[in-house]
């Protein structure tokens, strides 16, 4: 199945920031997570089709995935 | 007509009342330069000062912000933009809140940071230029850290709270008291080139998209730093939402937050 995977601001530098890629059934937010080599720790907000997902959430082909960093400072 | 309703209206050839009349009003009525200000705007008058405010603020409008509270919470990169922004703007009462001291660290991005100020209590700080900027206006500095134990007192009364927070753990306190209370409150926070708003209105409910999906309480800002341009392009559009909140004007951020990428020149609008 394809999903778009889209990253944003510091999750860009070394990165493709938006690309669409081939996973095989089944696969969730945390498995191109990891693929993608982006820090857990690092990641704020994370959105499927604009809508606010956990790492848990299983991808369907078609899928867009935006993943964003945790901005804490002020 | 009060005695000094009579001698603001003699004074004002222009619909403007300058800040000198305002002072003389202030020493020969024995009435505060606030109440002075609020005398100025309920006879539909101006204090000089806003003059550039009018044809976006009205008479009414500027007297709702004299009487509006704003709890600005940490002083720091955000705050020090907000509580300036906020008092040239005319809020009357600024709660500001912060436990921090100025270290030098501060000094590549923090408004109220100066070499003199080192080592000074930024709440310190900040009413002193508030004084400087607009007498007329009041910041309470309160030198202490928020939290869930002390939150209900510090916000009471507010009539919006501006989150200028460095650290995700409070900043969930601060929302959920914020909701407790029925505060609206806008949310900023920043790293390097990057930063987020949103607004958290009664009813709302922002906590979900304020932590990560670890358990860190603070975000990628340890390692990207903060530059000075980030806090005060954040800062500026939070006090454009608390403004707007107080005034009942235009369309706060909510249910939406804004992503601000400064280094491309994207602006992503997210719905929560």
Redesign the interface.
Known sequence: MQVTVKL???FRTGRTPIEVCEYPPGTTVADV?AEKGVP????????VN?R?V??DRELADGDLL?I??????? | MSALDTYLTALAGDGLISFSSQLDASLHFDVSLAEVEAAILELGLCPARYQRNRQTISSAGQLALLRSRVAVI?C????GYVIEELARLGVGRIEAVDPDLFEEHNLNRQLLATIADLGEYKVTAAARRVGEINPAVMLVPHRLAFGAGNGSELLAGATVVV??????TT?FELAAVCRELGIPLVH?????????VTTQLAGDDIS??L???????????T??G?PSFT?AVVASLQVAEACKVILGMGEPISGR?L?C?L?EMEF?E???
């Open positions: 944003f601001a510091s997570v857990v720790g690092e990641i704020g907000i994370m959105l604009c606010h956990h790492l935006a964003f960093p945790l901005l804490g400072g002020g | 940490g720091g990169g955000l705050g989150d200028a927070l460095d650290n995700i900043r900023g926070a920043i790293a390097g080139w990057y930063g987020q979900g998209y932590s990560g999906a670890g358990a860190g309480a603070k975000g990628v800002e390692q990207l903060n806090p937050m992503i990428n280094l992503e997210i719905r929560l």
